[in-house]
């Protein structure tokens, strides 16, 4: 903050003109790339908004409001005009047309080796025709009411730029062209992420002349930071901070309730899972997660509320399905499993394991407050309730997410933190089978599968009526969840910190972005 108000000075000693002002946000966690259309993953989403702009844009509550598409005309079920927005521009100056999306939407196909690939946000997309300069039509497969929740979440790049651009292009910032309120500066991995004001940006000069990304793990480092004013704003504040820093007068604590879902992914796709053993720790060739009764049991083992209140200090709220009440799909009968110790071993039995069976459970070790605590005292739970826990390990994200993507686990510790406010992204992307062909399961890493949720969620998502639609998606949700398809744990709270001078506006999607960050009132 001393940058701001350093300006402040200068501009009042010259009399005139308006301050120069540059933002030092700290991010726990780094992207994994630059190319905006790599992973739908947080930490990417956070850093790719920057720089690139959606066909739509999406408030603090995941309403949405027209973006680089201006406007959208049902033509027939199966087909949508979308009209482009005139006058935008790309950072080099070129003009943002009907090419670039027709582009972009085809281009999230052909990502090779993303760890959470973009593909079931265009699953319904049959074709995309260009019919004017500024004119899109989208032909879908079948009848798509949710399609621009859908595709206008998926980042515009320039078909100039990004043709044949590698994941390297876009790190280095040859391809790294949006149009989006910053433009690339440069990007030392590890360390931070330079960016300049887009002057040019359709809505406007960006608040902030220049925005450094400080990506800081540790979280010890990145309060202290905060502190000292190295940097403005902090992501992922502990819960345990929060009380310290909304007492301090030189910081404000900002926090909202997200829609991220915090789980366990059980490895229910294949008959060997490679971190399952036997009772005495030696490798088995029948895998106990395939079995709905032990994933149940696995789930009456957890301690819900004490992992809320005890292990993440209240920042979440108990969960028993995938998105929270208020958010379309959301069935009221679908409560948190009970902690049943009893109850479990009993399932075990039944199931063919009464001494239980050895796993290793993996979590990330940054991606969200306290995950690597959430593993050990899961670790615990499923102990007291049996089971052989033959260790807990904890990953950088960076390399967790790819792992998890490429099934290298058979118990894990994932999120989930959908954009549309209903349940049917989610659901077709972390529950429906996988079918890389069909865009299905994109985000299926337990590899999930069940015939009649299937069905129930594609009639879902071609019904029109929203109430009848949202009595569809409760049905598909009670299918999976009644086998336990995943083990839901909790809604995380999430908490920004900012110096006393600026203000933060929080949204339910979690990004931590230079645009949501404003010179607070009285301090200009």
Do not use: C
């Given at each position: 903050?001393?940058r701001?108000?350093?300006?402040?000075?200068?501009?009042?000693?010259?009399?005139s003109?308006?301050?120069?002002?540059?933002l030092?946000i700290?991010r726990a966690?780094?992207?994994?790339?630059?190319?905006p259309?790599?992973?739908?993953?947080?930490?990417?989403i956070?850093?790719?908004?920057?720089?690139?702009d959606?066909?739509?844009?999406?408030?603090?509550?995941?309403?949405i409001?027209?973006?680089?598409?201006?406007?959208w005309t049902?033509?027939?079920?199966r087909?949508?005009?979308?009209?482009v927005?005139?006058?935008v521009?790309?950072q080099?100056?070129s003009?943002?047309?009907?090419?670039?999306?027709?582009?972009?939407l085809?281009?999230?196909?052909?990502?090779p080796?993303s760890?959470?690939?973009?593909?079931?946000?265009?699953?319904?997309?049959?074709?995309?025709?260009?019919t004017?300069?500024?004119?899109?039509?989208?032909?879908?497969?079948?009848?798509?009411p949710?399609?621009?929740?859908?595709?206008?979440?998926?980042?515009?790049?320039?078909?100039k730029?990004?043709r044949?651009?590698?994941?390297?292009?876009f790190?280095?910032g040859?391809?790294?062209l949006?149009?989006g309120?910053y433009?690339?500066?440069?990007?030392?991995r590890?360390?931070?992420l330079?960016?300049?004001?887009n002057?040019?940006?359709?809505r406007?000069?960006?608040?902030?002349?220049?925005?450094?990304?400080?990506?800081?793990?540790?979280d010890?480092?990145?309060?202290?930071?905060?502190l000292?004013?190295?940097?403005?704003v902090?992501?992922?504040v502990?819960p345990?901070d929060?009380?310290?820093?909304?007492?301090?007068?030189?910081?404000r604590?900002f926090?909202?309730?997200?829609?991220?879902?915090i789980?366990v992914?059980?490895?229910?796709?294949?008959?060997v899972s490679?971190?399952?053993?036997?009772?005495?720790g030696?490798?088995?060739?029948k895998?106990?997660?395939?079995?709905?009764r032990?994933?149940?049991?696995?789930s009456?083992?957890?301690?819900?509320?004490?992992?809320?209140?005890?292990v993440?200090?209240?920042?979440?709220?108990?969960a028993?399905?995938l998105?929270?009440d208020g958010?379309?799909g959301?069935?009221?009968?679908?409560?948190?499993?009970?902690l049943d110790?009893?109850?479990?071993?009993?399932?075990?039995?039944?199931?063919g394991?009464?001494k239980?069976?050895?796993?290793?459970?993996?979590?990330s070790?940054?991606?969200?407050?306290?995950?690597?605590?959430i593993?050990?005292?899961?670790?615990q739970?499923f102990a007291?309730g049996g089971?052989?826990?033959?260790?807990?390990?904890?990953?950088?994200?960076?390399?967790?997410?790819?792992?998890?993507?490429?099934?290298?686990?058979?118990?894990?510790?994932?999120?989930?933190?959908?954009?549309?406010?209903?349940?049917?992204?989610?659901?077709?992307?972390?529950l429906?089978?996988?079918d890389?062909a069909?865009?299905?399961?994109?985000?299926?890493r337990?590899?999930?599968?069940?015939?009649?949720?299937?069905?129930?969620?594609?009639?879902a998502?071609?019904t029109?009526?929203?109430?009848?639609?949202?009595?569809?998606?409760?049905e598909?949700?009670?299918?999976?969840?009644?086998?336990?398809?995943?083990?839901p744990?909790?809604?995380?709270?999430?908490?920004w910190?900012t110096?006393?001078?600026?203000?933060?506006?929080p949204?339910?999607g979690?990004?931590?972005?230079?645009?949501?960050t404003?010179?607070a009132?009285?301090?200009?």
């Amino acid at each position: 903050m001393r940058r701001i108000l350093l300006g402040l000075l200068i501009a009042a000693a010259f009399g005139s003109g308006a301050a120069a002002r540059d933002l030092a946000i700290g991010r726990a966690t780094e992207p994994s790339s630059l190319d905006p259309q790599f992973a739908l993953t947080g930490n990417n989403i956070s850093t790719s908004l920057h720089m690139f702009d959606q066909l739509v844009m999406f408030d603090a509550n995941l309403a949405i409001h027209p973006g680089l598409a201006a406007s959208w005309t049902l033509v027939n079920p199966r087909t949508w005009d979308i009209a482009v927005r005139p006058g935008v521009t790309f950072q080099d100056g070129s003009p943002f047309t009907a090419e670039d999306v027709a582009f972009s939407l085809e281009r999230v196909r052909r990502v090779p080796n993303s760890p959470a690939p973009w593909t079931h946000a265009i699953a319904n997309v049959k074709s995309v025709e260009v019919t004017g300069p500024l004119a899109v039509r989208v032909h879908t497969n079948g009848p798509a009411p949710l399609l621009m929740e859908e595709i206008g979440a998926v980042f515009m790049v320039s078909a100039k730029a990004a043709r044949d651009a590698t994941s390297a292009d876009f790190n280095s910032g040859r391809a790294a062209l949006g149009t989006g309120p910053y433009r690339f500066d440069n990007w030392a991995r590890g360390d931070r992420l330079g960016m300049t004001a887009n002057a040019a940006y359709w809505r406007g000069k960006p608040e902030f002349d220049h925005v450094t990304l400080r990506f800081m793990g540790s979280d010890a480092a990145r309060m202290a930071a905060l502190l000292t004013g190295e940097i403005d704003v902090a992501d992922n504040v502990p819960p345990a901070d929060v009380a310290r820093l909304a007492a301090n007068p030189d910081t404000r604590v900002f926090a909202t309730a997200s829609v991220r879902l915090i789980y366990v992914g059980l490895d229910s796709g294949r008959d060997v899972s490679p971190f399952i053993t036997d009772e005495n720790g030696a490798a088995m060739t029948k895998n106990p997660l395939r079995d709905a009764r032990v994933r149940r049991a696995m789930s009456m083992m957890i301690n819900r509320t004490a992992l809320v209140e005890r292990v993440v200090s209240g920042a979440g709220v108990p969960a028993g399905q995938l998105v929270p009440d208020g958010s379309g799909g959301h069935d009221t009968m679908l409560k948190p499993d009970a902690l049943d110790i009893a109850g479990a071993k009993k399932l075990l039995a039944e199931a063919g394991y009464p001494k239980g069976f050895g796993l290793t459970l993996h979590t990330s070790a940054d991606r969200f407050p306290g995950d690597g605590a959430i593993g050990q005292a899961l670790g615990q739970m499923f102990a007291r309730g049996g089971l052989r826990v033959n260790g807990v390990n904890a990953v950088p994200y960076s390399v967790y997410a790819s792992e998890a993507t490429q099934r290298k686990y058979s118990a894990f510790v994932f999120s989930f933190g959908g954009f549309a406010g209903n349940s049917a992204e989610g659901l077709r992307g972390v529950l429906a089978t996988f079918d890389a062909a069909k865009g299905s399961g994109a985000l299926n890493r337990a590899r999930y599968s069940n015939a009649a949720f299937d069905a129930m969620l594609d009639k879902a998502q071609v019904t029109f009526d929203e109430g009848a639609r949202n009595a569809l998606l409760r049905e598909a949700a009670g299918i999976a969840y009644g086998e336990n398809a995943m083990l839901p744990l909790y809604w995380l709270k999430v908490n920004w910190a900012t110096r006393k001078e600026l203000s933060y506006t929080p949204g339910k999607g979690e990004e931590t972005t230079a645009m949501a960050t404003h010179v607070a009132t009285g301090s200009r």
